[in-house]
């Protein structure tokens, strides 16, 4: 289903990036790596086993995004699939976090998210056709302590993906969020230099193969939108039902930060 399909990434030099460009890779489709680091991007470029290119994109800077997807229309006659991954989060109290702080987060993790897609979706309507998928967070749904400026990103990232998904219903393109727990990666070598959040949600934090395998799902039954591991996504069920009785009921079980 996704041989010669392309499908553009970004923050596709390590992580689930990386991960879900080999699994696409491997189910036969073109993938197009972006991210800020072309070194990383040849190393990840190297373990594919088929066709890739790799694009040098900041998705927090707009001069980047349109020099970087001039480059992708340039070589490419189609886009099937836009992958927007790229994001971080910084976990702290905030009274500890600055307006600028807020400011870059915001403008990376949702801003990056209108950039890219902005490049891609005229053209998709064109075509009659396309999927735009977000990678959001679980965060996105139940905000908890020292995750104030992280949180916010993610909420705005699926409230623009399910006001985004009314407007173009209709047209063949399908908008679809991806809202995962925590994963190991390198995404904690800046949110939790501590290593304290990490060890206290260790038992239930994901492998980036899990979490790629179910974005692949995604783009290969065009679904709209996955919540994982399971229990997070009963959890924010629960919390949208009794929002402040979870509060009350969930604090110290939640707030691991």
């Not at 190393?43 to 995004?65: M, N, Q, W």
């Not at 971080?88 to 307006?99: H, I, K, L, S």
């Not at 104030?148 to 985004?164: C, E, I, M, Q």
Request: charged share 20%.
């Amino acid at each position: 289903m996704l041989k010669n399909q392309v499908i553009v990434i970004t923050g596709a030099s390590s992580g689930i990036g990386a991960e879900t460009a080999r699994l696409l890779s491997e189910q036969g489709a073109k993938v197009i790596l972006a991210a800020r680091s072309l070194d990383k991007l040849e190393a990840v470029g190297r373990t594919l086993k088929g066709p890739y290119e790799i694009i040098e994109l900041d998705v927090g800077s707009d001069a980047s995004v349109g020099h970087a997807f001039e480059q992708i229309w340039a070589s490419n006659p189609r886009i099937d699939c836009l992958l927007n991954n790229a994001g971080y989060g910084r976990f702290e109290r905030f009274v500890d976090t600055t307006v600028s702080e807020f400011e870059d987060m915001m403008n990376v993790n949702y801003l990056g998210i209108v950039r890219c897609t902005r490049a891609v979706l005229p053209r998709m309507l064109e075509q009659g056709g396309g999927q735009i998928v977000n990678v959001a967070s679980m965060a996105g749904k139940l905000a908890t302590a020292k995750s104030t400026a992280y949180s916010a990103t993610k909420h705005a990232v699926l409230g623009f993906t399910n006001a985004l998904r009314q407007e173009v219903r209709g047209t063949g393109i399908v908008i679809s969020a991806v809202n995962p727990g925590p994963i190991d990666t390198p995404f904690f070598t800046l949110a939790d230099p501590g290593g304290d959040y990490v060890k206290n949600v260790g038992w239930m934090m994901m492998k980036p193969q899990r979490v790629s395998k179910a974005i692949v799902k995604v783009i290969e039954r065009r679904k709209a939108e996955v919540d994982l591991p399971w229990i997070a996504g009963f959890g924010t069920r629960l919390y949208q039902l009794v929002p402040r009785l979870a509060d009350k009921l969930t604090y110290k079980f939640i707030n691991k930060k």
